[in-house]
DNA sequence: GTGCGTGCAAAGTCTTTGCAAACCG
DNA sequence: CGGTTTGCAAAGACTTTGCACGCAC
């Protein structure tokens, strides 16, 4: 999806329910556009956003990544870092991509495979549940970690 | 894995890290094997607990939930609702059940799948990285939810 | 203009920490 | 006995909320 596809997306949304497209949760959502930060918390987004307008305040900040939640238009994450962390929720690619993180550097790769497809059915079937979303996360060692390990034992 | 043995488990790998077998610790993890409740946040494991021993206080059972958790006796699990939730970490079972969060009620249901094998071979190849665990969430609506939605309909 | 949205500060929730006393080994 | 562990209370980290003012529509 394109940069500017998100931006008017945003403003789609916000018409349909009623809410205001003000400058404050405009910048907070190029925040996103800009950084190649991918996995940003509140603080991240604050500091990006204060460097354009400073009066923004961080409750804003919370308010509008509720909002855009809400709206679909993030995707709220949690690799037990004590935050919460926000992510652009791309459509086309969320439902194939997930997260390996690291328990040597804390590192948050993304990792993509779709399998979603198979086990939908299979959880229908089974249980009633009708499947809308899911989130995968690995944790393990990355290679730079693998690496260092091994140069520490030879 | 039966309730003893993982209480002996506790027991040994007290001793292996030389740490101590106390009383508040025996009541925590007792806790775990005898509430039906499998997802339990500290203040949970705290009423119970309280019960038993009224002296102990909130910070112990945080001190022994992290202390299981980094013996593996627990896994930590989040569900978004602001708090961490902690089972049992039974290894055998573990690596095939993944939580089923009901988007409508709140309720989380267990799934059992084994898929790492599918793609721990794939992501070691892509991304050098070695996985260890994973951690799974479906979100979606449950069967009651379901029909409550539909009975609403009509 | 009206009412939603914002900024600030205060409050709230969950979790961690400092310290003296208690206890395991 | 000595060093861990505990209980308590206070502090810490992140997030939410109350209220008066400001801005989008």
Do not use: W
Not at 32 to 47: I, Q
Not at 92 to 102: D, K
Not at 133 to 142: N, R
């Amino acid at each position: 999806m394109k940069k500017a596809t998100v931006m008017s997306t945003l403003k789609k949304k916000i018409k349909e329910h009623q809410y205001k497209f003000t400058t404050q949760r405009k910048i907070v959502l190029q925040a996103f556009l800009d950084s190649k930060e991918n996995h940003m918390s509140a603080e991240d987004v604050y500091e990006i956003v204060h460097e354009e307008n400073p009066a923004i305040g961080l409750a804003t900040v919370y308010r509008s990544l509720e909002l855009f939640t809400s709206l679909e238009l993030l995707k709220k994450l949690d690799f037990g870092d004590g935050r919460s962390r926000y992510e652009l929720n791309d459509k086309t690619i969320t439902h194939s991509h997930h997260h390996l993180i690291c328990l040597g550097c804390g590192k948050v790769v993304e990792f993509s495979y779709d399998f979603l497809n198979d086990v939908k059915d299979k959880i229908q079937k089974e249980n009633g549940f009708n499947i809308v979303d899911y989130q995968l996360k690995f944790y393990g060692y990355c290679k730079d970690c693998i690496k260092k390990a091994n140069n520490n034992k030879g």
